[in-house]
């Protein structure tokens, strides 16, 4: 089985020995990058115009060099200043051209080295949420699947800190395929009934076909019905390609799986996305579900996207409930599932009805 290369691959920040090449954008920047490195005694070499500049390494050595000739330079210029990182005694080739990234981002990954350590050694575990049917608070439709990972010393690791540092250090596609299948296991080992809620970033996916196919061997290896498996875009509101999107989601119900956006009312484009990508569950943005009772406009929101929902065949789920009056609405209004911490608040192990 193939799988796609860059999602099931953990880089190494930098090999143990190689060059850092750097293309400073202007020749102001150029001149701070070799003052810099001749306060630390740090040879550079340099094309006849310093259009390019070559800097050999050995670790552990390469964050101080790093950190040296970045001293000096304005977030725009680290930005700009492109960087490469090839193996002792090479020169970049065409091929190179896709490694090329930016002195901002090297420093980022090195900042983030941790968390390549942490999908290496696999430290995720999974807190599940339970999602209720409004007309049973007792027994789950099913639970969201939330990541949670594991520092060395045993802490936690909120979802926030680990994908705001895969932003930085470019591993979002490695991130967000291990988190897939850790919740996958997770939520197979904590012996999770009913559906699953799988969050992805579709940012995180290039060609469905190769990107997803790893997670679906999990769902395969663990023995679970795909149709009680459903993929939750998360961050809906950020999407730029609703194109891409509909390919991911019809990769997903190809497969057998079904599909949920998330804060759907956050903005008029994810309403707009509805006709094109035809999920078959939404989630109404927990900012409109908060004090909906004494909202009026929240309130006309909400009921309309619920009624909208019901003519195109979606089902609703409303998540953030956090107090018994927004229930009582959302109960009057005949939303499909409810979710919240007035609920069941997330947990390592999943909700138990009180009959079970």
């Known amino acids: 089985m193939t799988y796609c290369p860059k999602c099931d691959s953990i880089p190494e920040t930098t090999p143990k020995e190689g060059q850092l090449f750097l293309w400073p954008p202007v020749a102001h920047v150029t001149g701070k990058i070799l003052a810099a ?68 981002a090297i420093r980022a990954a090195l900042g983030a080295e941790w968390l390549g350590d942490l999908l290496r050694e696999n430290r995720l575990n999974s807190a599940f949420q339970p999602i209720f049917p409004i007309n049973d608070l007792t027994t789950p439709y099913g639970h969201e699947c939330l990541l949670r990972g594991v520092a060395p010393d045993g802490s936690e690791i909120s979802p926030g800190v680990l994908f705001g540092a895969a932003h930085s250090a470019t591993l979002l596609f490695q991130l967000d ?23 992805f970033t579709p940012s995180s996916i290039y060609d469905p076909d190769f990107c997803l196919r790893s997670t679906i061997d999990v769902v395969e290896e663990c023995g679970l019905d795909r149709n009680n498996v459903i993929f939750e875009v998360i961050e809906t509101e950020k999407i730029r390609s609703t194109a891409h999107l509909g390919t ?54 909400v009921s309309k996207l619920i009624d909208l929902a019901k003519q195109l065949g979606i089902e609703v789920v409303a998540e953030g409930i956090e107090r018994q009056e927004e229930l009582e609405f959302l109960a009057e209004h005949k939303v499909d599932y409810v979710q919240g911490f007035l609920l069941g608040r997330p947990s390592p192990q999943p909700f138990k009805s009180p009959t079970a």
Do not use: C, W
């Open 37 to 104: 490195a001749k306060l630390i005694n740090l040879p550079v070499s340099k094309t006849e115009s310093a259009v390019t500049l070559t800097i050999n390494y050995s670790r552990p050595g390469f964050r101080d060099l790093i950190d040296a000739v970045s001293k000096d330079l304005l977030p725009e210029e680290l930005s700009e200043t492109k960087a490469l990182i090839m193996a002792p005694n090479t020169s970049p080739e065409i091929d190179d051209i896709g490694r090329i990234t930016s002195l901002s």
């Open 177 to 199: 395929r291990a988190a897939r299948a850790a919740n996958v296991r997770n939520a197979h080992q904590a012996k999770v009934d009913g559906n699953l809620f799988i969050n």
């Open 248 to 301: 991911i989601l019809r990769s997903y119900r190809d497969s057998g799986f079904r599909v949920a956006l998330d804060d759907i009312g956050s903005g008029y484009s994810t309403l707009n996305m509805l006709p094109d990508l035809r999920p078959d569950i939404i989630k109404i943005d927990r900012e409109l579900i908060d004090h909906v009772d004494h909202d009026s406009y929240k309130q006309a929101i």
